[in-house]
């Protein structure tokens, strides 16, 4: 998403006035300019040294809150002291590197303009031309979230939303404008400017770090669904019966008379656009199994005609827990029989993020499903995976297909009591359940198997390459050769420029200890052990 600056004549007034206070200050600096010295930024003396690793300054939103008060792995109270340790490792001294939080787009927009004309000023008085080129603004635009957005955490990135407007000043400037006039002076100045997750409309940045968008977390976890059922061996006779919830925030919980938070909340319009763009990421890896007949939906919400504009047929108010518990009722209702409760058979569940698939793991265990994700491959067990997490034996898997043909159904069986017990009993299997976010209190549910897979940002690769890309820029190094880097157009931007970009981390049991225990973004502990 951009953020969008809707009067270019605020901009040009703003950089007016900040290079006439430059100027202004410069005429009363005469004596620091004569000494020979170059103070850097941050204090550092630079004495002409083109090596150095200049200075940064971090502006971050204040971390998110989810509607279930449980906290995500992507938070940026993590993300910031991450980068600074990758600043330090890189040659910046610590005390060249500043960080600010902002409750919300408006605050950030004034921290982000203070501090450039104040360190133009100061700049100004010492009459340097080279302090600036050594200093990089790191900024996270505080793009409104709705619930069902936090959700997924505070990186991901969010659609453009056209008709989105931000609280006006005094003046007349929103704080879009604000923001994309205080970075262009910056940039005007011979500052550097890196964006994370969101852009800034008319802002080209010197580099963009790309987060996870909601296209791609879709993707994603449609992905992970079809590898663990193993859609491409499924047959006509023996589809596989998946359920999506998508999760969306209901219009009332943006309406300011319903929402207790003082926090800004998105407009309706992006919320249902980050919906609309999971659902389609998603369906694009989905739909040719429903259109092959090797998949299909239970509650029939799903089929080979569905289009990405039917999103909203699978869309549950995400923020309401009893709402998402009510919805997988009336998508697999059971019915009583005379042996006990059959089941409606469901194979696997895309819930999108951690907070809904929280919600349809206990309302799974309510209807009465049993088992776990393990149960889909035998040769796994529980046991096994614990056994792999803990360092007790490598973890084995061994493909097991389905039979080409589905068992005899109830119909078919007529009175065959042992039949009807026998399809309930694989009617009633757990299925696959797939989220986003990495929450600390569902790793539990990880390594049981009830969830099958979650995701997260790869923090920890994504600070270490804004670090190196920060100094780099400082010492004007190129970037064109790092792994990490492709050239391409961002939202907002003019023109192509450096983007920073790794793929999201898919975790379930079977690699839970590589890729969050060993690195250290959970302790066994949190994941139960």
Same mark, same amino acid.
Request: glycine share 8%; proline share 4%.
């Given at each position: 998403?951009?953020?969008?600056?809707?009067?270019?004549?605020?901009?040009?007034?703003?950089?007016?006035?900040?290079?006439?206070?430059?100027?202004?200050?410069?005429?009363?600096?005469?004596?620091?300019?004569?000494?020979?010295?170059?103070?850097?930024?941050?204090?550092?003396?630079?004495?002409?040294?083109?090596?150095?690793?200049?200075?940064?300054?971090?502006?971050?939103?204040?971390?998110?809150?989810?509607?279930?008060?449980?906290?995500?792995?992507?938070?940026?109270?993590?993300?910031?002291?991450?980068?600074?340790?990758?600043?330090?490792?890189?040659?910046?001294?610590?005390?060249?590197?500043?960080?600010?939080?902002?409750?919300?787009?408006?605050?950030?927009?004034?921290?982000?303009?203070?501090?450039?004309?104040?360190?133009?000023?100061?700049?100004?008085?010492?009459?340097?031309?080279?302090?600036?080129?050594?200093?990089?603004?790191?900024?996270?635009?505080?793009?409104?979230?709705?619930?069902?957005?936090?959700?997924?955490?505070?990186?991901?990135?969010?659609?453009?939303? &056209? @008709? =989105?407007?931000?609280?006006?000043?005094? /003046? !007349?400037? *929103?704080?879009? +404008?604000?923001? #994309?006039?205080?970075?262009?002076?910056?940039?005007?100045?011979?500052?550097?400017?890196?964006?994370?997750?969101?852009?800034?409309?008319?802002?080209?940045?010197?580099?963009?770090?790309?987060?996870?968008?909601?296209?791609?977390?879709?993707?994603?976890?449609?992905?992970?669904?079809?590898?663990?059922?193993?859609?491409?061996?499924?047959?006509?006779?023996?589809?596989?019966?998946?359920?999506?919830?998508?999760?969306?925030?209901?219009?009332?919980?943006?309406?300011?008379?319903?929402?207790?938070?003082?926090?800004?909340?998105?407009?309706?319009?992006?919320?249902?656009?980050?919906?609309?763009?999971?659902?389609?990421?998603?369906?694009?890896?989905?739909?040719?199994?429903?259109?092959?007949?090797?998949?299909?939906?239970?509650?029939?919400?799903?089929?080979?005609?569905?289009? &990405? @504009? =039917?999103?909203?047929?699978?869309?549950? /108010? !995400?923020? *309401?827990?009893? +709402?998402?518990? #009510?919805?997988?009722?009336?998508?697999?209702?059971?019915?009583?029989?005379?042996?006990?409760?059959?089941?409606?058979?469901?194979?696997?569940?895309?819930?999108?993020?951690?907070?809904?698939?929280?919600?349809?793991?206990?309302?799974?265990?309510?209807?009465?499903?049993?088992?776990?994700?393990?149960?889909?491959?035998?040769?796994?067990?529980?046991?096994?995976?614990?056994?792999?997490?803990?360092?007790?034996?490598?973890?084995?898997?061994?493909?097991?297909?389905?039979?080409?043909?589905?068992?005899?159904?109830?119909?078919?069986?007529?009175?065959?009591?042992?039949?009807?017990?026998?399809?309930?009993?694989?009617?009633?299997?757990?299925?696959?359940?797939?989220?986003?976010?990495?929450?600390?209190?569902?790793?539990?549910?990880?390594?049981?198997?009830?969830?099958?897979?979650?995701?997260?940002?790869?923090?920890?690769?994504?600070?270490?390459?804004?670090?190196?890309?920060?100094?780099?820029?400082?010492?004007?190094?190129?970037?064109?050769?790092?792994?990490?880097?492709?050239?391409?157009?961002?939202?907002?931007?003019?023109?192509?420029?450096?983007?920073?970009?790794?793929?999201?981390?898919?975790?379930?049991?079977?690699?839970?200890?590589?890729?969050?225990?060993?690195?250290?973004?959970?302790?066994?502990?949190?994941?139960?052990?």
């Amino acid at each position: 998403m951009a953020l969008r600056s809707s009067n270019t004549a605020a901009r040009l007034i703003a950089m007016a006035a900040g290079f006439a206070m430059l100027a202004s200050c410069a005429a009363c600096g005469g004596q620091d300019a004569a000494s020979g010295t170059t103070a850097a930024p941050g204090g550092n003396t630079a004495a002409g040294t083109t090596a150095s690793a200049g200075s940064a300054v971090i502006f971050t939103p204040s971390d998110g809150i989810t509607i279930s008060q449980s906290t995500p792995l992507n938070k940026w109270a993590k993300l910031v002291p991450e980068i600074t340790d990758g600043l330090v490792a890189n040659g910046m001294a610590k005390k060249s590197i500043e960080t600010k939080t902002s409750s919300d787009l408006d605050d950030q927009s004034r921290d982000v303009q203070d501090w450039v004309v104040d360190h133009m000023a100061a700049e100004g008085q010492s009459d340097s031309q080279n302090d600036e080129k050594r200093t990089t603004l790191i900024v996270a635009p505080a793009v409104p979230a709705g619930a069902a957005t936090r959700q997924y955490g505070d990186y991901v990135t969010q659609p453009q939303d &056209d @008709d =989105d407007t931000a609280e006006g000043t005094d /003046d !007349g400037t *929103d704080a879009y +404008t604000r923001l #994309a006039s205080a970075l262009s002076l910056a940039q005007d100045s011979g500052m550097h400017v890196i964006l994370l997750a969101n852009g800034v409309d008319g802002v080209t940045p010197d580099a963009f770090a790309r987060f996870s968008t909601a296209e791609q977390i879709g993707r994603i976890e449609a992905q992970k669904l079809v590898t663990k059922l193993d859609l491409a061996k499924a047959s006509k006779d023996n589809p596989k019966a998946i359920e999506v919830l998508i999760p969306y925030t209901a219009t009332a919980s943006n309406d300011s008379d319903d929402n207790d938070s003082d926090e800004e909340v998105a407009s309706p319009a992006r919320d249902d656009a980050f919906s609309r763009e999971a659902f389609a990421g998603m369906w694009k890896v989905l739909q040719p199994y429903f259109t092959q007949g090797k998949a299909y939906s239970p509650s029939g919400t799903l089929s080979k005609t569905t289009t &990405d @504009d =039917d999103w909203r047929d699978v869309a549950v /108010d !995400g923020s *309401d827990r009893k +709402t998402i518990a #009510a919805e997988v009722d009336r998508r697999l209702p059971t019915r009583k029989t005379s042996d006990g409760t059959a089941h409606m058979r469901v194979d696997g569940v895309i819930a999108m993020n951690d907070y809904v698939a929280s919600v349809v793991t206990e309302e799974l265990g309510a209807l009465g499903y049993t088992g776990s994700a393990a149960d889909v491959n035998p040769q796994i067990t529980i046991s096994g995976i614990v056994d792999n997490i803990t360092g007790k034996k490598d973890l084995q898997r061994g493909s097991v297909p389905d039979p080409a043909k589905a068992p005899e159904t109830a119909d078919d069986a007529q009175d065959d009591a042992a039949a009807v017990s026998g399809v309930d009993e694989i009617n009633s299997r757990w299925p696959i359940v797939t989220g986003f976010g990495a929450y600390v209190d569902t790793m539990p549910q990880i390594v049981n198997g009830k969830q099958w897979m979650t995701g997260l940002e790869n923090r920890m690769a994504l600070a270490s390459d804004i670090a190196e890309v920060t100094v780099r820029l400082n010492r004007g190094e190129s970037l064109t050769k790092l792994s990490y880097i492709t050239k391409a157009k961002v939202d907002g931007a003019a023109k192509r420029t450096n983007v920073i970009e790794e793929e999201p981390l898919a975790v379930s049991a079977s690699n839970l200890k590589a890729a969050l225990i060993d690195p250290g973004y959970i302790t066994m502990a949190d994941a139960g052990l």
